[in-house]
């Protein structure tokens, strides 16, 4: 029976952006992702063994059924309220014990070349962990403040390395120098930002806006984290690639023109229709 969520967590969702939801998948199903993420560490040669591989679905069968054996669409389509749900693309996350080495303050959608509101991520935790081990960490909210922040590879107040960032991929820094709203640090301001965060168990998700801002602290734990994120599109996402934006899938890849619905079933395949 596909996971059904209340009207309460629905509207907490729309009002701060993220959501916990406990058990969204079933303990037997995170030792599969599990098993799949070590099958890719393991195998470095076939695209694994960064801790951060991503598009897996094209070209990895477990990963593709896991688009169709967890109920992780449909709740995602209920939260945003789309009648369907694409897949963007699915990502793991794998920070090992004791590495100090946090991701800091950001937004997802200045990195994509998606636009509209309908767009969010469904983080699954295969390990347990808490914020202080790099479990997620939201401010509460900023998905509905109107502002797009300049994506950084700096610590907030330190000054970013934007010829570095154009080396990650083409003109990545330009595009990031084009934003006016800078990160800050939110942590210091209680009085003004309300700030969340969600230790979780394996089978556990956080499900939340691409527009939040949100970060990881370093996992300062003896024990390593594991999470698999999808990236979801529901009925009002638009195909809208400017030069710098993330190339995990780019123009070649699609018939698509800008400003267009996304209605490419080969690149952007439909998970879930509601009936």
């Known amino acids: 029976m596909t996971r059904v969520l209340t009207d309460e967590e629905i509207a907490r969702f729309r009002a701060d952006g993220v959501i916990k939801i406990p058990r969204a998948v079933d303990p037997a199903t995170a030792e599969q992702m599990l098993a799949a993420v070590d099958r890719l560490l393991a195998s470095p040669a ?106 950084s590879n700096a610590a907030p107040g330190e000054m970013p390395d934007f010829d570095a960032m154009n080396q990650m991929w083409d003109n990545f820094g330009d595009l990031a120098l084009s934003y006016t709203d800078v990160i800050e640090p939110f942590e210091e301001r209680p009085d003004r930002f309300d700030i969340v965060g969600f230790d979780v168990e394996p089978g556990d998700a956080l499900l939340f806006d691409y527009r939040i801002v949100h970060r990881s602290r370093g996992n300062g734990s003896p024990n390593r984290r594991v999470a698999v994120s999808w990236r979801w599109l529901g009925d009002d996402a638009r195909w809208a690639p400017v030069p710098g934006t993330d190339p995990v899938i780019w123009t070649d890849d699609t018939w698509l023109q800008p400003g267009d619905l996304i209605t490419d079933d080969d690149t952007f395949p439909l998970v879930y229709k509601a009936v």
Not at 51 to 56: P, S, V, Y
Not at 76 to 93: D, K, M, P, V
Not at 116 to 123: I, K
Not at 131 to 136: D, H, K, Q, T
């Open 46 to 151: 076939s695209r694994g063994g960064t801790g951060m591989d991503r598009h897996l679905h094209p070209h990895d069968e477990e990963f593709r059924s896991f688009l169709h054996t967890t109920d992780l669409p449909a709740v995602a389509a209920q939260a945003l309220g789309s009648q369907a749900i694409r897949i963007y693309f699915e990502q793991i996350f794998v920070k090992g014990p004791e590495v100090d080495r946090p991701f800091h303050w950001h937004q997802d959608h200045p990195y994509w070349p998606i636009r509209g509101a309908q767009v969010a991520s469904t983080w699954v935790a295969l390990t347990s962990s808490s914020v202080e081990a790099s479990a997620l960490e939201f401010v509460k909210g900023s998905h509905l403040w109107g502002k797009t922040f300049r994506p």
